[in-house]
């Protein structure tokens, strides 16, 4: 969960999700070097096999609004069906979040700078 708001806020440069999910994502269990890389615009290298998929999946929907048969198996072998509708209702949601919070304008609270360059 805490990876796909990571990856869709880095997608929209949302700084004020980034800041309160990046925590989340590390308690969770997210290596350290994964984040940075995110944060850093790039694929991560040495992922475990779930997240690879997941990532894989997030990405050829964000670039083609839709999966490959391929990447969708893969997907569907490593997390289950639930989770694949999971990893896309989470995409959604926190995408319609990001639009709403960079067209107000959503601060980072007092003294945060922001996280994402």
Known sequence: REFVILLTARRWTQQYEWHAHQPLAIQGGLEQEVVAAIAGNRRPAGMAEDEDAVYTLWDEVQRNQGVSDATYARAVAKVGEQGVIDVLGIT???TM???????TRTPLPDGVKPPLK
Do not use: D, K, R, S
């Open 97 to 103: 979040l990001a639009m709403v919070m960079n067209t």
């Open 92 to 94: 959604g949601y926190y």
